[in-house]
């Protein structure tokens, strides 16, 4: 682990379930969001070397890491946040936005079968827990620039839980996941500026002691971050948002996933969480 771990290194109380998608064929070819820019070079290996370590560092903290290939043609599926949504022991499929990506939602599909989840589907645009971030009882929904609106209410109808809508403004954080992060089941971390005035006070009103990010760190994605209560995976470069992590009680575990920010996506991006129940 990073050094920001150290061998007093704890596992996680509840170890929890991950699905990540090996990035084979990672590359930028097309722009699909302010991040990526195909005309700057990338490095598979060095993508693959990074996601390795991310990977790694779950299973030395206990938890269930499970594993598919990435296919040709696809090098935007690394970003297995994107894949879809499992909560209760219901998989909801991604709706993706761009025809880019829209190949990769038969192979995430094709998974929640075969691990025994039902599949839903929803009319309007969803983009899985890109936008759709669960936190206790509650699920958290972007809107703005991918997941449409009327995807929350389908999703609340599907799951059964109490469903937010937060409107993004800035392109930059075009999913939830890159301005907001989930700590635990009370205590969020987001960056106010992505958010529009009348989301930001409904963040305000009902998490008053969250964890407020910076601009140099919600730059950096560092809001794009992995909690299992007990641990924090986060980008190193987010210095600042890693010591109010840290202060809050949370150990924080960096790991650099820089290449991948090439494409728009971070630790966050590359992780999915299967809720069975």
Known sequence: MNAQSNSSTKTATKPRHY?????????????????MHP?????????????QELHDIYVELGHRVDVIDDAPGLPDMV?????????????IAANFTYPQRQPET????????????????????????????????????????????????????????EV??????????????TALSVLSPELIAYYPPAFSAASRAVL???????????DEDAAALGLNLVSDGTHAVMAPQARRLGDAVRERGFEVITVNTDELLKGGGGIKCCTLEIRAA
């Open 19 to 35: 699905l990540m998608t090996r990035p084979t064929h990672y590359t930028v070819a097309y722009e699909i969001n302010p991040w």
């Open 39 to 51: 005309e700057i070079a990338t490095d598979t290996a060095r993508a693959l070397a990074q996601w």
């Open 79 to 91: 970003y297995a946040a994107n894949g879809g949504l499992v909560v209760g022991g219901k998989a």
């Open 106 to 161: 038969p192979l995430y599909n094709a998974w929640f079968e075969q691990a025994g989840f039902p599949v839903f589907s929803t009319r309007g645009r969803s983009e899985g827990e890109g936008d759709i971030l669960t936190v206790g009882s509650t699920i958290l929904a972007g809107t703005g620039f991918r997941t449409a609106l009327s995807a929350h209410v389908e999703i609340a109808e599907i799951t059964g839980l």
């Open 164 to 177: 937010v809508s937060l409107e993004l403004v800035d392109s930059r954080y075009y999913h939830l996941d």
């Open 204 to 214: 305000e009103a009902r998490f008053p002691d969250a964890v407020i990010a910076e």
